[in-house]
């Protein structure tokens, strides 16, 4: 196999995702297709012996790494006893350890674990159960949900509803039944002098007035604790999800934490809603629940909720299911990635990373043009004033040249690199990045 052949087949047969395949094949010199054999660690190795350094943990999935040995030899070991079984009349181990673990980590505040594979599933799942939860109670009105300006929640058309960014949703805009939005924390958005929360009390002011008004028909409000990825890394205080939660019991609205991007470590709590001490009426997970190997989401619920489903009647029960529900093997590798978290002390010695990654990127705040520097535990971005439209993918060049992974959102350029990356690799993600921009720049 040589990278050359691999690049036209995968021209010829793959649709390739988030990308229109012209600026592949009418100048497949210009932005090639990157063919990788093999990874390990946090390094991506082509056929030729060129390596990557993975610094979007390949789209957000890979917490310890490429064929990490240790949820390799899980899912071995799985492989030999059950690689999947249907989940409706029938169970396994792994889903239900998992189940009972995750629930643990909640401490047992959301006790019911709902399974799909993606995602964007997992968010129309949080959707459709709230509703339905509310129609079980007679609150027929509450048909409607809430989204902050600038989030993102999946594709599909359902989660689409509550996705705010106009690439994605506009081609599509007939088919969807759009959720109002409310002003985002973004912390970017302070006045002079104004701090990152007082614009987060800026924001929830803005919810309280629009649930005030809107709440008979309002079933949940739906959020990306601490940091909005997709729409660019927009983070915001904590303050903000302490009094969305406030807000929404008093109104009588479901809080829905998407944690499919911020969960599982990356914000330096294992939850991102940890950093509120509060808790959500439903939890969704994905990405790096499965440490980056197996597609696999869940939708982590309440005794209360579950309650509103419990019942003789089947209709008032909640009849969604995917093919691949519960897989055995994707929940095999979410074990091995929590059996990681527990042995490794992966939170605390991420705390030491971050400080480290920290240190590598404070002097790029002063490069001319370097705007919001910011980082919250293993993410950290800034923005570039730039008023090239071809920067970003300039910049996407540049950094491959020099054996860098990295994707600009727009012109906010972001580190979020698997947590088994080293010092040394820190040092050399972010020396090899400022050259990139440099470069891009010139
Ligand atoms: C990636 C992402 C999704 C969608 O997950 P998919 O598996 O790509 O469908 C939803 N919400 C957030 C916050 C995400 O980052």
């Known amino acids: 196999m040589s990278n050359s052949s691999l690049l036209q087949r995968s021209l ?12 592949h094949a009418a100048a497949v010199e210009a932005l090639p297709l990157v063919p990788i054999a093999r990874g390990e660690g946090v390094w991506l190795y082509d056929f030729d012996g060129r390596r990557y350094l993975d610094g979007i943990s390949s789209w957000w999935v890979n917490l310890f790494g490429h064929c990490n040995p240790r949820i390799n030899a899980a899912l071995r070991a799985q492989l030999d006893e059950l690689e999947h079984v249907i989940l409706a009349g029938f169970t396994h181990r792994p889903v239900v350890e998992l189940s009972e673990r995750l629930s643990a980590l909640t401490d047992g505040a959301l006790g019911h674990c709902f399974y799909a594979s993606d995602g964007a599933s997992a968010t129309e799942i949080a959707l459709k159960m709230s509703f339905h939860s509310w129609q079980n109670r007679g609150f027929q ?10 989030s993102y929640h999946g594709e599909t058309v359902g989660a689409l509803a509550v996705t ?38 800026r924001a929830a002011a803005a919810l309280e007035r629009h649930l005030e008004r809107h709440h008979r028909r309002i079933a949940a409000l739906i959020v990306e604790p601490l940091i909005q990825c997709a729409s660019g890394m ?51 997970l994905s990405k790096g629940i499965s440490g980056g190997y197996l597609p696999l989401s869940i939708v982590m619920t309440t005794a209360a909720v579950y309650a509103d489903f419990y019942h003789e009647s089947t209709s008032r029960g909640f009849l969604h299911s995917h093919s691949y529900t519960g897989n055995a093997l994707a929940c095999r590798a979410a074990l091995a990635t929590l059996d990681l978290f527990a042995d490794e002390q992966v939170i605390e010695n991420n705390r030491l990373l971050a400080a480290h990654l920290g240190d590598c990127l404070r002097p790029l705040s002063a490069h001319p043009q370097v705007r919001h520097l910011r980082q919250r535990g293993m993410i950290a971005a800034f923005d570039v004033s730039s008023d090239d439209p071809a920067f970003p993918q300039r910049f996407y060049r540049a950094a491959l040249a020099r054996e860098i992974l990295l994707r600009p959102i ?15 690799e820190c040092e050399l993600l972010v020396a090899r990045a400022a050259a990139a921009l440099d470069a891009a720049l010139g």
């Open 234 to 284: 927009a983070m915001y205080d904590p303050e903000y999800l302490r009094l969305a939660r406030e807000v929404c019991d008093r109104f009588q609205v479901h809080l829905i934490c998407d944690e499919i991007a911020v969960g599982c470590g990356r914000t330096g709590t294992f939850f991102a809603h940890e950093q509120a001490a509060i808790r959500p009426d439903f939890l969704c």
């Open 164 to 201: 705010d960014v106009a690439l994605f949703k506009d081609a599509y805009a007939p088919l969807i039944r759009p959720a109002a939005t409310v002003p985002t924390p973004d912390a970017r958005l302070a006045a002079a002098g104004e701090s990152s929360t007082a614009v987060a009390r």
């Open 141 to 150: 009105d509450k048909q409607e949900f809430l989204c902050l300006a600038g």
């Open 12 to 23: 010829d047969a793959v649709w390739h995702p988030c990308t229109q395949m012209k600026q």
């Open 410 to 424: 727009g012109n906010t350029i972001y580190f979020m690199p698997p947590y088994v990356i080293s010092r040394e």
